[in-house]
Structure formats: C-alpha cells, structure tokens
C-alpha cells in the first residue's frame, strides 16, 4: 500500500494506522530538513516494530525526480517480500 505523507503528517500513525503486508511511505522531497529527517529516521523503527507481519520501506522523490522512477522504485519495493526498513531516495536525472 502506498502512503503519502503530507508536510506536517505524523508518519507513526500513518503507517500503525494502515492495512496490508507491505507499506511503502512516499516522503515529498518539500519537507524541511527537520521534518525529512525525522521521517526517514522513522522507516527502520517502525520496520522492526511491525515485523514479521508488516514490510514498511519508503521512497524519497527529490525535485526534479522523474515520476517513472518513483513508479519503479515503488513496483520494486511492493514486490521485495524479504525487503523491509528500506528508504530509497530518487534523484533527478
């Protein structure tokens, strides 16, 4: 399931609050700093406390990043079964 966190969003309670096996949070790259860090510390906790059940891993799209990427990093992710805490951050080209 792909999740989106919107500026302010309390990415805890996005994934607790989510169903399904596999959670992947896609983190816009418009953050500030502060909040992008907390985010991304956030993906290997929330990993270890939902396991064995529960995959979480996120992708990072910074501006100028294609879409089709993110697209892929995201089919990547959700199709990883033995993948889980991982953050991938997208680069533009």
Do not use: C, H, Y
């Amino acid at each position: 399931m792909l999740l989106e966190l919107e500026p302010g969003g309390n990415i805890a309670a996005l994934v607790r609050g989510a169903v399904g096996e596999s959670r992947i949070v896609l983190i816009p790259a418009t953050l500030d700093p502060l909040t992008m860090a907390q985010a991304k510390a956030a993906i290997g906790p929330l990993a270890i406390e939902l396991a064995p059940a529960v995959r979480v891993n996120a992708v990072v799209a910074t501006g100028g990043a294609d879409p089709a990427d993110v697209d892929a990093a995201v089919t990547f992710l959700e199709n990883a079964p033995s993948t889980t805490g991982q953050l991938l951050d997208i680069l533009a080209r």
